[in-house]
Protein backbone atom coordinates (compact mmCIF):
# COMPACT_ATOMS: atom_id res chain seq x y z
CA UNK A 1 0.00 0.00 0.00
CA UNK A 2 3.07 2.19 1.48
CA UNK A 3 4.41 2.06 -2.70
CA UNK A 4 0.65 2.35 -4.66
CA UNK A 5 0.29 5.70 -2.54
CA UNK A 6 3.61 7.00 -3.76
CA UNK A 7 3.51 6.08 -7.02
CA UNK A 8 -0.01 7.92 -7.39
CA UNK A 9 1.90 11.11 -5.59
CA UNK A 10 5.09 10.51 -7.98
CA UNK A 11 2.14 10.68 -11.28
CA UNK A 12 0.71 13.90 -9.59
CA UNK A 13 3.40 15.62 -9.37
CA UNK A 14 4.50 14.52 -12.89
CA UNK A 15 1.71 16.14 -14.11
CA UNK A 16 2.53 19.43 -12.33
CA UNK A 17 5.55 19.80 -13.85
CA UNK A 18 4.05 18.94 -17.01
CA UNK A 19 1.35 21.40 -16.88
CA UNK A 20 4.47 23.91 -15.60
CA UNK A 21 6.90 22.82 -18.05
CA UNK A 22 3.86 23.39 -21.06
CA UNK A 23 3.67 27.00 -19.79
CA UNK A 24 7.28 27.76 -19.51
CA UNK A 25 7.68 26.45 -23.64
CA UNK A 26 4.64 28.46 -25.26
CA UNK A 27 5.31 31.22 -26.49
CA UNK A 28 4.01 34.42 -25.01
CA UNK A 29 1.55 36.40 -26.61
CA UNK A 30 2.52 40.10 -27.35
CA UNK A 31 1.11 42.63 -25.13
CA UNK A 32 -2.19 44.32 -26.22
CA UNK A 33 -2.87 47.85 -25.53
CA UNK A 34 -5.58 46.36 -22.34
CA UNK A 35 -5.07 47.27 -18.74
CA UNK A 36 -3.30 45.39 -16.22
CA UNK A 37 -5.86 42.30 -14.75
CA UNK A 38 -6.33 41.53 -11.38
CA UNK A 39 -6.68 37.61 -10.89
CA UNK A 40 -7.08 35.55 -7.84
CA UNK A 41 -3.26 33.72 -6.79
CA UNK A 42 -2.73 30.20 -5.56
CA UNK A 43 -0.09 27.89 -5.92
CA UNK A 44 1.08 24.95 -4.07
CA UNK A 45 4.33 25.49 -4.98
CA UNK A 46 4.95 28.80 -4.24
CA UNK A 47 8.55 29.14 -4.16
CA UNK A 48 8.49 28.21 -7.87
CA UNK A 49 5.72 30.71 -8.74
CA UNK A 50 7.61 33.76 -6.85
CA UNK A 51 10.52 33.50 -9.02
CA UNK A 52 8.64 33.12 -12.05
CA UNK A 53 6.30 36.27 -10.96
CA UNK A 54 10.00 37.56 -10.62
CA UNK A 55 10.43 37.78 -14.22
CA UNK A 56 7.62 39.85 -15.34
CA UNK A 57 4.30 37.84 -15.02
CA UNK A 58 2.81 39.81 -12.27
CA UNK A 59 3.24 41.34 -9.17
CA UNK A 60 1.70 39.21 -5.89
CA UNK A 61 0.03 41.32 -3.16
CA UNK A 62 0.98 40.70 0.39
CA UNK A 63 -1.58 38.80 1.15
CA UNK A 64 -0.66 36.34 -1.61
CA UNK A 65 -4.56 35.66 -2.50
CA UNK A 66 -3.84 38.42 -5.58
CA UNK A 67 -2.17 39.11 -8.38
CA UNK A 68 -1.84 41.94 -10.67
CA UNK A 69 -1.16 40.65 -14.39
CA UNK A 70 0.64 42.47 -16.77
CA UNK A 71 -0.88 43.81 -19.65
CA UNK A 72 -2.54 41.75 -22.07
CA UNK A 73 -2.76 38.82 -19.31
CA UNK A 74 -5.62 36.75 -18.56
CA UNK A 75 -6.79 35.09 -15.59
CA UNK A 76 -6.58 31.15 -15.02
CA UNK A 77 -7.40 28.31 -12.47
CA UNK A 78 -6.50 24.59 -12.48
CA UNK A 79 -8.53 22.33 -9.95
CA UNK A 80 -8.49 18.51 -9.01
CA UNK A 81 -12.38 16.72 -8.85
CA UNK A 82 -11.94 13.37 -7.54
CA UNK A 83 -14.35 10.60 -8.08
CA UNK A 84 -16.61 10.97 -4.97
CA UNK A 85 -16.76 14.82 -5.90
CA UNK A 86 -13.94 16.51 -3.84
CA UNK A 87 -12.69 19.61 -5.62
CA UNK A 88 -9.11 20.33 -4.56
CA UNK A 89 -7.38 23.98 -5.86
CA UNK A 90 -4.35 23.63 -7.09
CA UNK A 91 -2.85 26.46 -9.17
CA UNK A 92 -4.60 30.23 -9.83
CA UNK A 93 -2.91 33.62 -11.63
CA UNK A 94 -1.96 35.12 -14.85
CA UNK A 95 -1.87 33.21 -17.96
CA UNK A 96 -0.02 35.00 -20.88
CA UNK A 97 0.73 31.98 -23.28
CA UNK A 98 -2.28 31.77 -25.67
CA UNK A 99 -2.25 29.75 -29.05
CA UNK A 100 -6.08 31.34 -29.30
CA UNK A 101 -6.40 34.48 -27.38
CA UNK A 102 -10.12 33.66 -28.26
CA UNK A 103 -10.32 30.80 -25.81
CA UNK A 104 -10.11 33.39 -22.65
CA UNK A 105 -12.52 36.09 -23.75
CA UNK A 106 -15.43 34.83 -21.90
CA UNK A 107 -15.81 36.77 -18.64
CA UNK A 108 -16.45 33.33 -16.41
CA UNK A 109 -14.32 30.87 -16.28
CA UNK A 110 -15.57 28.03 -18.32
CA UNK A 111 -14.06 24.78 -18.31
CA UNK A 112 -14.72 23.51 -22.31
CA UNK A 113 -12.95 20.01 -23.00
CA UNK A 114 -13.23 16.81 -21.09
CA UNK A 115 -10.11 16.44 -18.88
CA UNK A 116 -8.93 13.35 -19.07
CA UNK A 117 -8.71 10.92 -16.18
CA UNK A 118 -5.42 10.59 -14.56
CA UNK A 119 -4.82 8.12 -11.35
CA UNK A 120 -8.95 8.27 -10.50
CA UNK A 121 -9.64 11.97 -11.22
CA UNK A 122 -9.61 14.44 -12.91
CA UNK A 123 -7.76 18.02 -13.69
CA UNK A 124 -9.97 20.96 -15.02
CA UNK A 125 -8.34 24.00 -16.84
CA UNK A 126 -9.73 27.49 -17.41
CA UNK A 127 -8.85 30.79 -18.30
CA UNK A 128 -10.56 34.24 -18.38
CA UNK A 129 -11.07 38.14 -19.12
CA UNK A 130 -12.14 39.81 -16.50
CA UNK A 131 -10.78 40.69 -13.24
CA UNK A 132 -10.90 37.59 -10.50
CA UNK A 133 -12.62 35.61 -12.70
CA UNK A 134 -10.89 32.53 -11.81
CA UNK A 135 -11.83 32.34 -8.21
CA UNK A 136 -14.49 29.40 -9.28
CA UNK A 137 -14.82 27.24 -12.44
CA UNK A 138 -17.74 26.47 -14.56
CA UNK A 139 -18.35 22.78 -16.33
CA UNK A 140 -19.68 23.88 -19.56
CA UNK A 141 -18.40 20.60 -21.86
CA UNK A 142 -21.12 18.48 -23.85
CA UNK A 143 -21.75 14.97 -22.34
CA UNK A 144 -20.07 12.10 -23.59
CA UNK A 145 -21.89 9.68 -26.64
CA UNK A 146 -22.66 6.59 -25.17
CA UNK A 147 -21.36 5.46 -28.28
CA UNK A 148 -18.30 7.05 -27.67
CA UNK A 149 -17.27 7.10 -23.87
CA UNK A 150 -19.13 4.47 -22.22
CA UNK A 151 -18.38 4.42 -18.67
CA UNK A 152 -15.81 1.81 -16.91
CA UNK A 153 -18.68 -0.52 -15.56
CA UNK A 154 -20.71 -0.36 -18.42
CA UNK A 155 -17.58 -2.32 -20.94
CA UNK A 156 -17.53 -4.36 -17.82
CA UNK A 157 -20.92 -5.67 -18.02
CA UNK A 158 -20.72 -6.08 -21.74
CA UNK A 159 -17.67 -7.94 -21.06
CA UNK A 160 -19.50 -10.06 -18.84
CA UNK A 161 -21.87 -10.71 -20.48
CA UNK A 162 -19.91 -11.89 -23.70
CA UNK A 163 -18.26 -14.50 -21.48
CA UNK A 164 -21.66 -15.45 -19.72
CA UNK A 165 -22.49 -16.50 -23.20
CA UNK A 166 -20.13 -17.82 -23.89
CA UNK A 167 -20.08 -19.99 -20.99
CA UNK A 168 -23.75 -21.44 -21.89
CA UNK A 169 -23.42 -21.86 -25.20
CA UNK A 170 -20.20 -24.42 -24.24
CA UNK A 171 -21.95 -26.17 -21.00
CA UNK A 172 -25.23 -26.62 -23.71
CA UNK A 173 -22.85 -28.23 -26.26
CA UNK A 174 -21.04 -30.21 -23.53
CA UNK A 175 -24.78 -31.49 -22.74
CA UNK A 176 -25.91 -31.87 -26.26
CA UNK A 177 -22.81 -34.29 -27.34
CA UNK A 178 -23.23 -36.15 -24.07
CA UNK A 179 -26.64 -36.66 -24.87
CA UNK A 180 -26.20 -37.84 -27.77
CA UNK A 181 -23.79 -40.25 -27.15
CA UNK A 182 -25.82 -41.22 -24.44
CA UNK A 183 -28.77 -42.04 -26.38
CA UNK A 184 -26.32 -44.61 -28.64
CA UNK A 185 -25.04 -46.20 -25.90
CA UNK A 186 -28.29 -47.00 -24.44
CA UNK A 187 -29.93 -47.99 -28.04
CA UNK A 188 -26.65 -49.82 -28.82
CA UNK A 189 -26.48 -52.35 -26.53
CA UNK A 190 -26.28 -54.63 -29.11
CA UNK A 191 -23.50 -53.03 -30.11
CA UNK A 192 -21.46 -54.63 -27.14
CA UNK A 193 -23.34 -57.89 -28.63
CA UNK A 194 -21.69 -57.18 -31.97
CA UNK A 195 -18.20 -56.57 -30.88
CA UNK A 196 -18.40 -59.86 -28.17
CA UNK A 197 -18.68 -61.55 -32.02
CA UNK A 198 -15.88 -59.64 -33.22
CA UNK A 199 -18.08 -58.06 -35.77
CA UNK A 200 -14.93 -56.39 -37.62
CA UNK A 201 -13.57 -58.95 -38.10
CA UNK A 202 -16.88 -60.19 -39.27
CA UNK A 203 -17.28 -58.36 -42.29
CA UNK A 204 -14.37 -60.47 -42.10
CA UNK A 205 -13.24 -61.49 -46.16
CA UNK A 206 -14.98 -58.01 -47.01
CA UNK A 207 -13.85 -55.39 -45.10
CA UNK A 208 -13.30 -53.35 -47.69
CA UNK A 209 -17.33 -52.97 -48.04
CA UNK A 210 -18.69 -49.63 -46.86
CA UNK A 211 -21.89 -50.16 -45.23
CA UNK A 212 -22.68 -46.84 -45.95
CA UNK A 213 -23.63 -47.39 -49.56
CA UNK A 214 -26.00 -50.22 -48.52
CA UNK A 215 -29.31 -49.48 -50.26
CA UNK A 216 -32.62 -51.54 -49.78
CA UNK A 217 -34.76 -51.99 -53.27
CA UNK A 218 -37.47 -54.21 -52.53
CA UNK A 219 -39.11 -56.25 -49.81
CA UNK A 220 -38.96 -59.98 -51.16
CA UNK A 221 -40.22 -61.79 -47.90
CA UNK A 222 -41.44 -61.30 -44.29
CA UNK A 223 -40.97 -64.09 -41.47
CA UNK A 224 -41.05 -64.15 -38.16
CA UNK A 225 -37.88 -62.68 -37.11
CA UNK A 226 -37.97 -59.80 -39.82
CA UNK A 227 -38.15 -58.41 -43.26
CA UNK A 228 -35.70 -59.74 -46.42
CA UNK A 229 -34.80 -56.91 -49.16
CA UNK A 230 -32.94 -56.79 -52.14
CA UNK A 231 -30.65 -54.12 -52.06
CA UNK A 232 -27.21 -52.91 -53.68
CA UNK A 233 -23.67 -52.59 -51.90
CA UNK A 234 -21.19 -51.27 -54.03
CA UNK A 235 -22.99 -52.10 -57.34
CA UNK A 236 -23.44 -55.39 -55.70
CA UNK A 237 -26.47 -57.20 -55.59
CA UNK A 238 -27.18 -58.44 -51.71
CA UNK A 239 -30.07 -59.84 -49.90
CA UNK A 240 -30.61 -57.53 -46.64
CA UNK A 241 -32.18 -59.04 -43.50
CA UNK A 242 -33.32 -56.90 -41.34
CA UNK A 243 -34.39 -57.30 -37.33
CA UNK A 244 -36.37 -55.50 -34.94
CA UNK A 245 -34.82 -54.41 -31.63
CA UNK A 246 -37.40 -56.83 -30.57
CA UNK A 247 -35.83 -60.02 -32.20
CA UNK A 248 -31.85 -58.60 -31.44
CA UNK A 249 -30.99 -62.11 -29.80
CA UNK A 250 -31.94 -63.92 -32.90
CA UNK A 251 -29.90 -61.65 -34.87
CA UNK A 252 -26.83 -62.19 -32.72
CA UNK A 253 -27.58 -65.82 -32.75
CA UNK A 254 -27.48 -65.99 -36.60
CA UNK A 255 -24.31 -63.91 -36.54
CA UNK A 256 -22.12 -66.19 -33.81
CA UNK A 257 -23.18 -68.88 -35.97
CA UNK A 258 -22.09 -67.35 -39.82
CA UNK A 259 -18.79 -66.17 -37.78
CA UNK A 260 -17.81 -69.44 -36.62
CA UNK A 261 -14.18 -70.37 -38.11
CA UNK A 262 -14.31 -72.95 -40.89
CA UNK A 263 -18.00 -72.51 -42.03
CA UNK A 264 -17.86 -71.68 -45.21
CA UNK A 265 -19.48 -74.14 -47.91
CA UNK A 266 -21.03 -73.73 -51.27
CA UNK A 267 -24.31 -75.40 -49.14
CA UNK A 268 -24.53 -72.58 -46.68
CA UNK A 269 -25.82 -68.94 -47.26
CA UNK A 270 -23.01 -66.90 -47.93
CA UNK A 271 -22.45 -64.45 -44.83
CA UNK A 272 -20.96 -60.82 -45.72
CA UNK A 273 -21.88 -58.29 -42.86
CA UNK A 274 -23.61 -56.67 -40.43
CA UNK A 275 -24.52 -53.59 -39.19
CA UNK A 276 -27.06 -51.90 -36.36
CA UNK A 277 -28.40 -48.54 -37.33
CA UNK A 278 -31.35 -46.55 -36.81
CA UNK A 279 -34.40 -46.99 -39.22
CA UNK A 280 -37.14 -44.34 -40.25
CA UNK A 281 -39.01 -44.19 -37.63
CA UNK A 282 -35.77 -43.26 -35.30
CA UNK A 283 -35.39 -47.14 -34.46
CA UNK A 284 -32.49 -49.72 -33.55
CA UNK A 285 -32.93 -51.88 -36.56
CA UNK A 286 -29.90 -54.85 -36.80
CA UNK A 287 -29.18 -55.88 -40.66
CA UNK A 288 -27.64 -58.83 -41.75
CA UNK A 289 -26.46 -58.50 -45.46
CA UNK A 290 -25.59 -61.77 -47.81
CA UNK A 291 -25.37 -63.03 -51.18
CA UNK A 292 -28.27 -62.60 -53.00
CA UNK A 293 -29.83 -65.96 -54.61
CA UNK A 294 -32.76 -64.45 -57.15
CA UNK A 295 -34.52 -67.77 -57.22
CA UNK A 296 -35.65 -67.63 -53.72
CA UNK A 297 -36.63 -69.95 -50.94
CA UNK A 298 -37.04 -73.90 -51.84
CA UNK A 299 -40.74 -73.67 -51.23
CA UNK A 300 -41.69 -70.84 -53.42
CA UNK A 301 -39.05 -72.28 -56.00
CA UNK A 302 -41.05 -76.04 -55.80
CA UNK A 303 -44.33 -74.04 -56.22
CA UNK A 304 -42.94 -72.28 -59.33
CA UNK A 305 -42.31 -75.44 -61.36
CA UNK A 306 -41.74 -78.91 -61.12
CA UNK A 307 -38.26 -80.95 -61.83
CA UNK A 308 -37.34 -84.22 -63.50
CA UNK A 309 -35.30 -87.06 -61.58
CA UNK A 310 -31.89 -85.39 -61.69
CA UNK A 311 -32.67 -81.92 -60.76
CA UNK A 312 -34.76 -83.04 -57.44
CA UNK A 313 -31.50 -85.30 -56.54
CA UNK A 314 -29.43 -81.93 -57.43
CA UNK A 315 -31.68 -79.96 -54.89
CA UNK A 316 -31.86 -83.08 -52.42
CA UNK A 317 -28.44 -83.62 -52.15
CA UNK A 318 -26.60 -80.05 -52.08
CA UNK A 319 -29.31 -79.55 -48.87
CA UNK A 320 -27.84 -83.06 -47.39
CA UNK A 321 -24.03 -82.00 -47.94
CA UNK A 322 -24.99 -78.56 -46.26
CA UNK A 323 -26.32 -80.16 -42.97
CA UNK A 324 -23.56 -82.55 -43.02
CA UNK A 325 -21.07 -79.99 -42.94
CA UNK A 326 -23.21 -77.87 -40.56
CA UNK A 327 -23.24 -81.15 -38.10
CA UNK A 328 -19.57 -81.79 -38.79
CA UNK A 329 -17.38 -80.80 -36.27
CA UNK A 330 -13.96 -79.70 -38.05
CA UNK A 331 -10.43 -78.80 -36.06
CA UNK A 332 -7.83 -77.48 -38.76
CA UNK A 333 -4.68 -75.61 -37.25
CA UNK A 334 -5.73 -73.38 -34.93
CA UNK A 335 -9.29 -73.14 -36.29
CA UNK A 336 -12.54 -75.06 -34.65
CA UNK A 337 -15.64 -75.25 -35.86
CA UNK A 338 -17.88 -77.04 -33.56
CA UNK A 339 -20.77 -79.22 -34.47
CA UNK A 340 -23.91 -77.12 -35.14
CA UNK A 341 -27.95 -78.15 -34.46
CA UNK A 342 -30.05 -75.97 -37.10
CA UNK A 343 -33.48 -76.45 -35.28
CA UNK A 344 -35.65 -74.98 -37.23
CA UNK A 345 -34.66 -76.43 -40.85
CA UNK A 346 -37.72 -76.49 -43.76
CA UNK A 347 -37.90 -75.33 -47.42
CA UNK A 348 -38.36 -71.98 -46.75
CA UNK A 349 -35.16 -71.82 -44.88
CA UNK A 350 -33.23 -72.90 -48.07
CA UNK A 351 -32.61 -71.15 -50.93
CA UNK A 352 -31.89 -71.93 -54.61
CA UNK A 353 -28.76 -70.86 -56.63
CA UNK A 354 -28.78 -70.88 -60.16
CA UNK A 355 -26.65 -73.64 -60.87
CA UNK A 356 -29.95 -75.77 -59.41
CA UNK A 357 -27.94 -76.45 -56.05
CA UNK A 358 -29.24 -74.83 -52.71
CA UNK A 359 -27.93 -73.48 -49.36
CA UNK A 360 -28.92 -73.36 -46.11
CA UNK A 361 -30.11 -70.27 -44.19
CA UNK A 362 -31.36 -68.39 -41.43
CA UNK A 363 -29.50 -69.69 -37.77
CA UNK A 364 -31.30 -67.67 -35.59
CA UNK A 365 -32.67 -70.68 -33.57
CA UNK A 366 -29.12 -72.69 -34.43
CA UNK A 367 -26.97 -73.99 -32.01
CA UNK A 368 -23.30 -74.76 -31.09
CA UNK A 369 -22.96 -78.42 -30.02
CA UNK A 370 -20.27 -78.99 -27.67
CA UNK A 371 -20.03 -82.47 -26.67
CA UNK A 372 -23.34 -83.14 -24.94
CA UNK A 373 -23.54 -78.90 -24.04
CA UNK A 374 -25.74 -77.37 -26.41
CA UNK A 375 -24.16 -73.27 -26.57
CA UNK A 376 -27.22 -70.67 -28.05
CA UNK A 377 -24.91 -67.21 -28.09
CA UNK A 378 -27.18 -64.94 -25.01
CA UNK A 379 -28.62 -67.94 -23.65
CA UNK A 380 -27.64 -69.76 -20.34
CA UNK A 381 -26.33 -73.13 -21.01
CA UNK A 382 -29.38 -75.15 -20.05
CA UNK A 383 -31.96 -72.51 -21.49
CA UNK A 384 -34.85 -74.70 -23.12
CA UNK A 385 -34.07 -76.56 -26.35
CA UNK A 386 -36.81 -78.17 -27.14
CA UNK A 387 -39.89 -76.69 -28.79
CA UNK A 388 -38.56 -73.98 -31.06
CA UNK A 389 -38.79 -74.06 -35.20
CA UNK A 390 -41.50 -74.37 -37.62
CA UNK A 391 -44.76 -76.61 -36.54
CA UNK A 392 -45.21 -78.43 -39.62
CA UNK A 393 -41.68 -79.26 -39.56
CA UNK A 394 -40.88 -80.32 -35.77
CA UNK A 395 -39.69 -84.21 -34.87
CA UNK A 396 -41.99 -86.10 -32.47
CA UNK A 397 -39.86 -85.44 -29.50
CA UNK A 398 -40.00 -82.16 -29.90
CA UNK A 399 -44.13 -81.66 -30.10
CA UNK A 400 -43.69 -83.99 -26.73
CA UNK A 401 -41.08 -82.11 -24.92
CA UNK A 402 -38.92 -85.44 -24.60
CA UNK A 403 -35.62 -84.45 -26.56
CA UNK A 404 -33.11 -86.54 -25.03
CA UNK A 405 -30.72 -84.25 -22.83
CA UNK A 406 -28.38 -86.59 -22.08
CA UNK A 407 -26.82 -86.74 -25.63
CA UNK A 408 -28.26 -83.34 -26.90
CA UNK A 409 -25.77 -83.52 -29.73
CA UNK A 410 -27.19 -86.49 -31.66
CA UNK A 411 -31.00 -85.61 -29.91
CA UNK A 412 -30.43 -82.44 -31.95
CA UNK A 413 -29.02 -83.07 -34.91
CA UNK A 414 -32.12 -86.29 -35.07
CA UNK A 415 -34.54 -83.21 -34.77
CA UNK A 416 -32.70 -81.48 -37.93
CA UNK A 417 -32.90 -85.13 -39.59
CA UNK A 418 -36.73 -85.51 -39.45
CA UNK A 419 -37.07 -81.88 -41.19
CA UNK A 420 -34.74 -83.24 -43.74
CA UNK A 421 -36.84 -86.16 -44.38
CA UNK A 422 -40.14 -83.52 -44.88
CA UNK A 423 -38.14 -81.65 -47.27
CA UNK A 424 -37.00 -84.42 -49.08
CA UNK A 425 -41.15 -85.22 -49.61
CA UNK A 426 -41.56 -82.12 -50.68
CA UNK A 427 -38.68 -81.85 -53.05
CA UNK A 428 -39.57 -85.32 -54.82
CA UNK A 429 -43.16 -84.66 -54.75
CA UNK A 430 -42.45 -82.37 -57.87
CA UNK A 431 -40.24 -84.67 -59.97
CA UNK A 432 -41.94 -85.26 -63.19
CA UNK A 433 -40.14 -88.95 -63.37
CA UNK A 434 -41.65 -90.16 -60.70
CA UNK A 435 -45.15 -89.65 -61.77
CA UNK A 436 -45.02 -90.90 -65.68
CA UNK A 437 -47.64 -90.30 -67.63
CA UNK A 438 -49.05 -87.26 -65.70
CA UNK A 439 -49.34 -83.22 -66.96
CA UNK A 440 -50.41 -80.54 -65.94
CA UNK A 441 -53.31 -79.58 -68.24
CA UNK A 442 -54.94 -83.48 -67.69
CA UNK A 443 -58.64 -83.34 -66.48
CA UNK A 444 -57.70 -84.99 -63.28
CA UNK A 445 -55.07 -83.22 -62.25
CA UNK A 446 -52.80 -85.78 -59.60
CA UNK A 447 -50.27 -84.46 -57.12
CA UNK A 448 -47.87 -82.96 -59.36
CA UNK A 449 -49.46 -80.23 -60.57
CA UNK A 450 -49.86 -78.38 -57.21
CA UNK A 451 -46.96 -78.17 -55.08
CA UNK A 452 -48.31 -78.98 -51.19
CA UNK A 453 -45.95 -78.89 -48.18
CA UNK A 454 -45.61 -81.38 -45.66
CA UNK A 455 -48.68 -82.43 -44.28
CA UNK A 456 -50.89 -79.68 -45.65
CA UNK A 457 -53.17 -82.54 -46.70
CA UNK A 458 -53.62 -83.69 -43.45
CA UNK A 459 -53.59 -80.61 -41.24
CA UNK A 460 -54.24 -77.73 -43.22
CA UNK A 461 -51.96 -74.67 -44.59
CA UNK A 462 -51.65 -73.41 -40.88
CA UNK A 463 -51.73 -76.21 -38.79
CA UNK A 464 -51.99 -75.40 -34.71
CA UNK A 465 -48.96 -77.35 -32.01
CA UNK A 466 -51.71 -79.53 -30.74
CA UNK A 467 -52.81 -80.36 -34.17
CA UNK A 468 -49.17 -81.28 -35.05
CA UNK A 469 -48.90 -83.09 -32.17
CA UNK A 470 -52.37 -85.17 -32.12
CA UNK A 471 -51.14 -86.17 -35.69
CA UNK A 472 -47.21 -87.23 -35.36
CA UNK A 473 -47.08 -87.60 -31.58
CA UNK A 474 -49.80 -89.59 -31.11
CA UNK A 475 -51.16 -90.93 -34.40
CA UNK A 476 -47.73 -91.51 -35.85
CA UNK A 477 -49.00 -90.21 -39.26
CA UNK A 478 -45.98 -88.87 -41.83
CA UNK A 479 -47.08 -87.63 -45.38
CA UNK A 480 -48.50 -90.19 -47.49
CA UNK A 481 -47.03 -91.28 -50.37
CA UNK A 482 -48.51 -91.26 -53.76
CA UNK A 483 -50.03 -94.36 -55.88
CA UNK A 484 -47.37 -93.64 -58.39
CA UNK A 485 -44.63 -94.85 -56.03
CA UNK A 486 -45.69 -98.19 -55.20
CA UNK A 487 -43.62 -98.47 -58.52
CA UNK A 488 -41.15 -101.61 -56.99
CA UNK A 489 -37.97 -99.70 -58.52
CA UNK A 490 -34.76 -99.42 -56.60
CA UNK A 491 -34.72 -95.66 -57.16
CA UNK A 492 -38.19 -95.48 -55.27
CA UNK A 493 -37.39 -97.93 -52.88
CA UNK A 494 -34.41 -96.09 -51.42
CA UNK A 495 -35.86 -92.89 -51.71
CA UNK A 496 -39.19 -94.30 -49.36
CA UNK A 497 -36.22 -96.04 -46.96
CA UNK A 498 -34.52 -92.76 -46.74
CA UNK A 499 -37.46 -90.70 -46.13
CA UNK A 500 -38.58 -92.89 -43.58
Known sequence: MYNRVNSMAVLKQITMLAFGLCVMVLPPV?????????????????????????????????????????????????????????????????????????????????????????????YHFCCCSTDMCNVNFTEDFPLPS??????????????????????????????????FFGYRMMHRGGKQGLHNLNMMEAAGSESSLDLDNLKQLELIGRGRYGSVFCGSLDERQVAVKVFSSANRQNFLNECSIYLLPLLEHDNIAHFIAADERLGAEGRVEYLLVMDYYPHGSLYRYLGLQTGDWMSSCRLAHS?????????????????????????????????????????IIDFGLSMKLTGNRPVRQGEEENAAISEVGTVRYMAPEVLEGAVNLRDCESALKQVDMYALGLIYWETFMRCTDLFPGECSLTSNPGPLVYF?????????????????????????????????????????????????
Not at 340 to 358: A, E, F, P, Q, Y
Open 30 to 122: AADQQEERECAFTDQQQQWEMERVAVGEGRVSPENTTIRCSKGSHCFGLWEKSPPGDIRLVKQGCWTHLGDQQECRDDRCLVTNLPPQIQNGT
Open 146 to 179: PTTAQPLYHQLQCEETIVISLAIVSVLAVIIVAA
Open 319 to 359: VTRGLAYLHTELLKGDFYKPAVSHRDLNSRNILVKNDGTCV
Open 452 to 500: QAAFQAEAGNHPSFEDMQVLVSREKQRPKFPEAWKENSLAVRSLKETME
